[in-house]
């Protein structure tokens, strides 16, 4: 797998970076971020990052604030695109759909089924070439991510039990079969069959059963001040499939915080120690 590094920084030690490598998955070059902690003599545990609507790998790598705390933690931090790009990728001219938009499902329709396989590009291929490439611990990594990224955490978390250890999420679209952001998205990808909907709907995916074990605790931060709460995140929704099921959940609604990424800096630091008492064990 060639991987081409476009770019790379010291930062708290260790090193952040950006690259870039052909997809066969998505049938584009798609690009991703990682930062590789000081004074590794061994492969560490990683964080995988998936972000919001219209975000590229850049948001979170410049805006969160994560690495002083992932240096101190010994944590490798990876973060993709959010979805297939190029003059050949469909896209479309909202901002919730196409290009920026990935939604983390592999899609199923024209004519986004020949590019738009961002769960299978996460699941798989990114951590083969990341594993590749970086000094990381295989089958020892978490996921988290924001808003549309924060479902796909979820949705990952839940369906692949055997990559990711722990999960967390700020702001996760938490039922998108039920909220218009989910419904636009998923019938534009899936087709009208709401069953198939269900494979990518965290809380569908809860409600009928989790994940068949019980797993460590996920953690999930909400600003009570998020302008799409109640319309298109729905976080009760998924508290109460964990509740029905048993599966722990740490739900914190934080007053007067929205969906911005001075949200996530705030409380990144926590979410790190969250997946990093689940990694060092």
Same mark, same amino acid.
């Given at each position: 797998? +060639?991987?081409?590094?476009?770019?790379?920084?010291?930062?708290?030690?260790?090193?952040?970076?950006?690259?870039?490598?052909?997809?066969?998955?998505?049938?584009?070059?798609?690009?991703?971020?990682?930062?590789?902690?000081?004074?590794?003599?061994?492969?560490?545990?990683?964080?995988?990052?998936?972000?919001?609507?219209?975000?590229?790998?850049?948001?979170?790598?410049?805006?969160?604030?994560?690495?002083?705390?992932?240096?101190?933690? &010994?944590?490798?931090?990876?973060?993709?695109? +959010?979805?297939?790009?190029?003059?050949?990728?469909?896209?479309?001219?909202?901002?919730?759909?196409?290009?920026?938009?990935?939604?983390?499902?592999?899609?199923?329709?024209?004519?986004?089924?020949?590019?738009?396989?961002?769960?299978?590009?996460?699941?798989?291929?990114?951590?083969?070439?990341?594993?590749?490439?970086?000094?990381?611990?295989?089958?020892?990594?978490?996921?988290?991510?924001?808003?549309?990224?924060?479902?796909?955490?979820?949705?990952?978390?839940?369906?692949?039990?055997?990559?990711?250890?722990?999960?967390?999420?700020?702001?996760?679209?938490?039922?998108?079969?039920?909220?218009?952001?989910?419904?636009?998205?998923?019938?534009?990808?899936? &087709?009208?069959?709401?069953?198939?909907?269900?494979?990518?709907?965290?809380?569908?995916?809860?409600?009928?059963?989790?994940?068949?074990?019980?797993?460590?605790?996920?953690?999930?931060?909400?600003?009570?001040?998020?302008?799409?709460?109640?319309?298109?995140?729905?976080?009760?929704?998924?508290?109460?499939?964990?509740?029905?099921? &048993?599966?722990?959940?740490?739900?914190?609604?934080?007053?007067?915080?929205?969906?911005?990424?001075?949200?996530?800096?705030?409380?990144?630091?926590?979410?790190?120690?969250?997946?990093?008492?689940?990694?060092?064990?």
């Amino acid at each position: 797998m +060639t991987v081409t590094t476009l770019k790379e920084h010291a930062v708290f030690g260790g090193r952040i970076g950006y690259y870039s490598h052909p997809s066969q998955v998505c049938g584009c070059t798609m690009r991703f971020s990682v930062f590789m902690p000081p004074g590794a003599t061994e492969r560490v545990p990683t964080v995988y990052w998936l972000s919001g609507l219209t975000c590229t790998e850049d948001n979170f790598t410049v805006k969160a604030g994560a690495y002083r705390v992932a240096a101190e933690l &010994g944590l490798a931090v990876v973060a993709p695109d +959010t979805s297939p790009r190029g003059e050949d990728v469909p896209d479309d001219d909202a901002y919730d759909l196409g290009q920026g938009a990935g939604f983390y499902v592999d899609a199923t329709e024209e004519p986004w089924k020949r590019h738009f396989n961002m769960f299978s590009y996460v699941s798989d291929e990114l951590l083969d070439v990341v594993h590749q490439r970086f000094a990381v611990q295989m089958h020892n990594q978490s996921v988290m991510g924001h808003s549309m990224g924060g479902h796909g955490a979820l949705v990952l978390w839940q369906r692949m039990p055997g990559l990711f250890r722990s999960a967390s999420a700020f702001s996760p679209i938490c039922a998108p079969s039920q909220v218009p952001w989910g419904k636009k998205a998923f019938g534009a990808y899936l &087709g009208p069959d709401e069953d198939a909907w269900a494979q990518y709907d965290a809380s569908a995916l809860m409600r009928a059963g989790g994940n068949g074990s019980m797993r460590p605790a996920i953690l999930i931060d909400q600003g009570t001040a998020d302008s799409f709460l109640a319309e298109q995140l729905i976080p009760s929704a998924f508290e109460e499939a964990c509740a029905a099921v &048993g599966q722990p959940l740490q739900l914190r609604m934080h007053e007067g915080f929205d969906h911005s990424y001075f949200f996530i800096a705030t409380f990144i630091e926590d979410h790190l120690r969250h997946h990093a008492k689940v990694l060092r064990t």
